[in-house]
Antibody, heavy 124, light 111 residues
Framework: QVTLRESGPALVKPTQTLTLTCTFS??????????VSWIRQPPGKALEWLAR???????YYRTSLKTRLTISKDTSKNQVVLKMTNMDPVDTATYYC????????????????WGKGTTVTVSA | QSVLTQAPSASGTPGQRVTISCSGS????????VNWYQQLPGTAPKLLIY???QRPSGVPDRFSGSKSGTSASLAISGLQSEDEADYYC????????????FGTGTKVTVL
């Protein structure tokens, strides 16, 4: 059974750096085609894809947030970490991580298993 | 800002057929496959349709997807009360070094 679980602080102050961890089980991020993405959803708004890391360490970032985001993986711990710098109240959202098994082709990229999400509030 | 456009809402009575549209461009829907996600109230999104028209195991065949050019559609036939949810289209976008883009979302209400 594939599961993903997001963890991190529930509250961060403006200008701080947010560090989120996605801990997964049931698959290996070292297997060809595997990928983990981070997605967020501000309250009452649509989903926003943030970043992706592939089994071969390829990384992709949301263009508008590229300078603030860093994604990394620890295959031995089955974890993917997302760092977002210079947090602002507009970054208040539920943050999800999700798996893909088709990262060998962007044409068919999709996320088949999602975590339950973690809510982050940015406030002084 | 979303680059895939959806109508904000759709509705139908139980048993009816409801169709949701998703409009994109040549760099996303026009070049890559479309996926649909269902988000029930207060829960995480769930993959509903992938590769334009494929259903993951466990998704009822009441849900179907199609794509034509730079647009895609999700159809729900035999609408049920448990289908009341937000639905998002999504696709990879080849522009700007590659991003995965979601639609603006459609709230389906069962009357």
């Amino acid at each position: 059974q594939v599961t993903l679980r997001e963890s991190g602080p529930a509250l961060v102050k403006p200008t701080q750096t947010l560090t989120l961890t996605c801990t997964f089980s049931g698959f290996s991020l070292s297997s060809s085609g595997m990928s983990v993405s981070w997605i967020r959803q501000p309250p009452g708004k649509a989903l926003e894809w943030l970043a992706r890391i592939d089994w071969d360490d390829d990384k992709y970032y949301r263009t508008s947030l590229k300078t603030r985001l860093t994604i990394s993986k620890d295959t031995s711990k089955n974890q993917v970490v997302l760092k977002m710098t210079n947090m602002d109240p507009v970054d208040t959202a539920t943050y999800y991580c999700a798996r893909s098994t088709v990262a060998t082709s962007n044409k068919y990229y999709h996320m088949d298993v999602w975590g339950k999400g973690t809510t982050v509030t940015v406030s002084a | 800002q979303s680059v895939l456009t959806q109508a904000p809402s759709a509705s139908g009575t139980p048993g009816q057929r409801v169709t949701i549209s998703c409009s994109g461009s040549s760099s996303n829907i026009g070049s890559n496959s479309v996926n649909w996600y269902q988000q029930l109230p207060g829960t995480a999104p769930k993959l509903l349709i992938y590769s334009n028209n494929q259903r993951p195991s466990g998704v009822p065949d009441r849900f179907s997807g199609s794509k034509s050019g730079t647009s895609a559609s999700l159809a729900i036939s035999g609408l049920q009360s448990e289908d009341e949810a937000d639905y998002y289209c999504a696709a990879w976008d080849d522009s700007l070094n590659g991003n995965y883009v979601f639609g603006t979302g459609t709230k389906v209400t069962v009357l």
